[in-house]
């Protein structure tokens, strides 16, 4: 629940984090709405749940926010 959403401009929908009040997720995917498929993309390197946004800038995605302290980042692009 309350994972990050982007929407990018390379056609994909991006989703990081959520999870439940007591127990947060570090797994990122995308999905592709042409073909209708999800697919894993590197995982943040911390958990966030709670109102965590996310942002595209040059090939990355970004989360802020949640019950975190820190900021994580993953590159779809480079698999990285």
């Known amino acids: 629940q309350s994972p990050g959403l982007v929407a990018a401009p390379d056609g994909y929908l991006y989703v990081s984090g959520g999870g ?3 127990d947060g997720l570090s797994s990122a995917e995308r ?3 042409a073909a209708d498929t ?3 993309i590197p995982s943040l390197s911390d958990s966030r749940r709670v109102g ?3 942002v595209y ?3 990355q ?3 802020v926010g949640g019950l975190s302290a820190n900021w994580g980042s993953s590159s779809p692009s480079s698999n990285t």
């Open 20 to 22: 439940s009040l007591w």
């Open 57 to 59: 800038i040059a090939g």
């Open 52 to 54: 965590t946004a996310s």
């Open 61 to 63: 995605v970004f989360a």
């Open 31 to 33: 999905y592709n709405p």
């Open 38 to 40: 999800w697919e894993a």
